[in-house]
C-alpha cells in the first residue's frame, strides 16, 4: 500500500507522515529492520539453519561416529543448546525465527491432503509435554549424545514431523501443539527482553483486513493465529514476523520491554497445562543434569538390584516418570491447594493460584539451562572449529588448515565455569522469588496474604536451588555410552 | 465441452495425493541410501594396519580420575620392535561438550612408548592413540576405557 492510501485510511492530510511512538524498533533499524521485513528476510536466516541440518544429517549418517570429531553432536548438543539459552536471554525466540524445519512445511502446504483442523482436545501444552518427556528420556537411554548416527535420525524425525502434520492439517499445528523444541522455546522467550507490539494502537483498531492474523495476498498471517492488537505475551510466537510483513500499515514493531515485565504482570492465562509445562521445564533442567553425574548410576544399581529392574529403558522411564512428570504434577496441584489453605481465602480456585505462581518457575528453570548448557558451551564451544577442520579435510579441502587442530576447545577458562554456574541458579532464584511477591501483591490482598500464598513456592524454590547446587557440585559423569546408539 | 469441477477438484486432489506419497517416499528412500549405503573415508584412516600397537600397561588399574600413564609397545607384524615414531594420545569423552585430552608420547626404547596424561573426570573415554613412522606412514588405534568415579 502507497503511502497516500495509508494516510486516507487513518484520516490524516496529505502533510501527516505516520510517526511511529515505539522508541526503539528493531524492524526499523537501518539494515537488520530492513532485512527482516524483507518478504524472504526470514528465509534467509531459514536457509542458514537448513544448511547446518543438512550437515547435521549428512555428517551424523557418513562422518566419523566418535561423538566429539562429528558435527551432529557437536553442532546439536553443545552449539544449538548454547546458542538458545544465550539467544532467549538477549533478544529472543530466535531459532524459532530461523527454524530450518518449518521449511519443508512450505512444500507440504501446497500439497495439503485434507485441511482439517488440529483437533480440539489437543489445542493445548500436553502433547508437547509428552513431547519433551519423549525426547529426553531417547536422550538418556539412547545416549544421543554420544551417537552422531542417532543424533542425525533425531533432525529427519523433526523433518518429518513437521511435514506430515502441515500436510494433513489446514493450520501450523507443528509449532505450536507439538514442537517440543518449541514448547521450550516458548516458555524461556517469556522472559526474553523483546517482543512483538502494534506501534499505534488506533491503527489497528481500524484496520479492517486484520492482515497480521488473517495474511495479505502475497504473505501468511501469523502460523500460530496469535493477534497482534492483543499481543501481550511471547508465549506461541515463533517471531517468524509474518505478521509485520502483511501488515499494510507497517504498524508492528519488534520492540525492548521491560526486564520481567511479562512474568510480573497479571497476563498469564490460568491454564494446568501451561503451569504444568513452565514447572515441568524446571524439574527436566533438573532430571537431565541430575543424568550427568554419580549417584545416578547408584541409583540404578539398587533399582537392579532391589527392584529387579534389568532394563535401563524402564529405570530411566521409573527415574523421568517420577522426577519430571509426578513431582512437578505434585508441585503444580499441591502447591495451589496449599497456597489455598495458607492463604486463607478458599474463594480462591487452585487453577488460578497455579496460573499466577507458576511463572517463577521460568527464571529458576532458566537459571538451570543457563548453568548447564552454559557449561557446555563454555567447555566446548571452541571444538566446533577443529570439527570442521576435520569434516572439510575428509573432503579434500584444506581452507581451515592442514591439520585439525583438537586442542581448541574451550571458550572460557575452566576455574570460571563453576562460579558462573553458581551465579546463574542463584540468580535465576532470587528473580523467582521477586516475580513471586510482584504476583502476590495484588489489590484486594493484605501483605501477610501475599506472603502466605507464595510461602510453599518459595519453599520449592529453595530446596530446587539447594538441589541443583548439589548436583552442579559434582563432578561430570557419563557411562554407559559404549556400544550403546552408536551405528 | 465444459469441464466437471467435481470431477477436476478430485483430479486435483488425487494429483496431491501423488505428489505427496511421491515426496515422502523419494525422502525416505533418500534417507536410507544416505545412511546405509554411505561411509565417509576420512583423513585419519590408518596406513599401517598390519603393525602391532600393544597395551604393555595402563596406570593406574583399575583407571581412576587424576594421572594416569599409557604404556604401548609398537611392532611389526612379527614383533619386531619399531623405534623412531611420533606417538602422541587423544583422550575424548564418548559424549560432546567435554574438552579433549592431548598429549605426547616419549620413545623409551625398544619400540616402548610412555605417555603421561590425566583422567580429568569418570566416565567413558575414547582413547585415540596415533602416530606418525619413520617412512612416514600415519598408524590409529582406538581404544575405549571406563573410569569409574570414586564412589564405583
Known amino acids: 500500500m502507497d503511502r497516500t492510501a495509508r494516510i486516507v485510511r487513518r484520516g490524516g492530510g496529505p502533510g501527516d507522515i505516520y510517526r511511529p511512538p515505539v522508541n526503539l524498533d528493531l524492524l526499523h533499524l537501518p539494515v537488520l529492520g530492513r532485512l527482516l521485513r524483507w518478504r524472504w528476510g526470514r528465509l534467509v536466516f531459514q536457509v542458514f539453519f537448513l544448511a547446518v541440518a543438512v550437515l547435521v544429517v549428512y555428517d551424523g549418517l557418513t562422518g566419523p561416529q566418535l561423538a566429539p570429531e562429528n558435527s551432529a553432536t557437536v553442532l546439536a548438543w553443545v552449539h544449538y543448546r548454547g546458542f538458545i539459552i544465550l539467544a532467549l536471554l538477549l533478544a529472543g525466540n530466535l531459532f524459532c525465527f530461523g527454524c530450518p524445519f518449518t521449511l519443508p512445511r512450505t512444500l507440504a502446504r501446497r500439497l495439503s491432503l485434507s485441511g482439517g483442523r488440529w483437533p480440539r482436545p489437543l489445542r493445548n501444552k500436553w502433547v508437547s509435554i509428552a513431547g519433551l518427556f519423549l525426547i529426553f528420556w531417547l536422550y538418556e537411554w539412547l545416549d544421543l549424545w554420544a551417537s552422531p548416527w542417532l543424533t542425525a535420525w533425531v533432525a529427519v524425525g523433526y523433518f518429518v514431523g513437521s511435514f506430515v502434520l502441515e500436510a494433513l492439517f489446514a493450520e501450523s499445528p507443528f509449532c505450536k501443539y507439538v514442537c517440543p523444541l518449541g514448547a521450550f522455546n516458548f516458555v524461556y522467550s517469556t522472559a526474553s527482553p523483546l517482543q512483538i507490539r502494534p506501534r499505534e494502537a488506533e491503527v489497528c483498531r481500524t484496520c479492517v483486513g486484520k492482515e497480521c492474523i488473517n495474511g495479505s495476498a502475497t504473505v501468511p498471517g501469523c502460523g500460530t493465529e496469535l493477534f497482534v492488537p492483543t499481543l501481550r505475551s511471547n508465549m506461541d510466537c515463533t517471531f517468524c514476523l509474518d505478521c509485520a510483513r502483511a501488515c499494510p500499515y507497517d504498524n508492528v514493531a519488534l520492540s525492548p520491554r521491560a526486564p520481567l515485565e511479562e512474568l510480573t504482570h497479571d497476563r498469564w492465562p490460568a491454564r494446568w497445562d501451561l503451569a504444568f509445562l513452565v514447572v515441568a521445564l524446571t524439574f527436566f533442567g533438573i532430571s537431565n543434569a541430575f543424568g550427568m553425574v554419580s549417584p545416578v548410576y547408584a541409583l540404578h544399581t539398587w533399582m537392579a538390584e532391589a527392584l529387579g529392574l534389568k532394563s535401563d529403558a524402564v529405570r530411566l522411564l521409573l527415574i523421568f516418570g517420577t522426577l519430571n512428570i509426578a513431582v512437578p504434577a505434585l508441585v503444580v496441584f499441591g502447591g495451589a491447594r496449599m497456597s489455598q489453605v495458607a492463604s486463607g481465602r478458599s474463594s480462591q480456585p487452585p487453577l488460578h493460584l497455579a496460573g499466577r505462581y507458576a511463572p517463577a518457575f521460568v527464571p529458576m528453570g532458566f537459571g538451570i539451562w543457563l548453568a548447564h548448557y552454559g557449561f557446555h558451551f563454555s567447555i566446548a564451544g571452541l571444538a566446533i572449529v577443529p570439527v570442521m577442520q576435520s569434516f572439510l579435510l575428509d573432503h579434500g579441502i584444506s581452507w581451515l588448515g592442514p591439520h585439525p587442530d583438537w586442542g581448541m576447545s574451550r571458550v572460557l577458562p575452566q576455574e570460571w565455569v563453576f562460579p558462573l554456574q553458581v551465579g546463574a541458579v542463584l540468580v535465576g532464584f532470587f528473580v523467582a522469588l521477586y516475580v513471586l511477591l510482584r504476583r502476590a501483591i495484588r489489590p484486594g490482598t493484605t501483605p501477610a496474604e501475599g506472603f502466605r500464598e507464595i510461602l510453599p513456592w518459595a519453599l520449592v524454590l529453595l530446596l530446587i536451588t539447594v538441589v541443583s547446587l548439589s548436583i552442579f557440585n559434582l563432578p561430570m559423569e557419563m557411562r554407559g555410552t559404549f556400544n550403546v546408539g552408536v551405528r | ?152
Open chain 2, 1 to 152: 465441452m465444459s469441464r466437471n469441477p467435481l470431477r477436476t477438484a478430485d483430479r486435483t486432489r488425487t494429483d496431491r495425493r501423488r505428489s505427496f506419497l511421491a515426496c515422502f517416499a523419494g525422502f525416505i528412500v533418500a534417507l536410507t541410501l544416505l545412511a546405509g549405503g554411505c561411509t565417509r573415508r576420512t583423513t585419519t584412516t590408518d596406513q599401517a594396519p598390519d603393525l602391532r600397537l600393544d597395551i604393555v600397561e595402563l596406570r593406574p588399574d583399575p583407571p581412576a580420575v587424576g594421572q594416569a600413564t599409557l604404556l604401548l609397545r609398537l611392532g611389526d607384524p612379527e614383533g619386531r620392535p619399531i623405534e623412531g615414531a611420533a606417538m602422541s594420545l587423544r583422550g575424548d569423552m564418548t559424549h560432546a561438550g567435554m574438552a579433549a585430552v592431548l598429549e605426547d608420547a616419549e620413545e623409551v626404547g625398544e619400540g616402548l612408548y610412555r605417555v603421561w596424561f590425566e583422567w580429568t573426570m569418570a566416565g567413558d573415554w575414547a582413547i585415540t592413540v596415533s602416530g606418525t613412522l619413520e617412512d612416514g606412514r600415519t598408524i590409529r588405534r582406538e581404544l575405549q576405557v571406563s573410569v569409574p568415579s570414586g564412589g564405583g
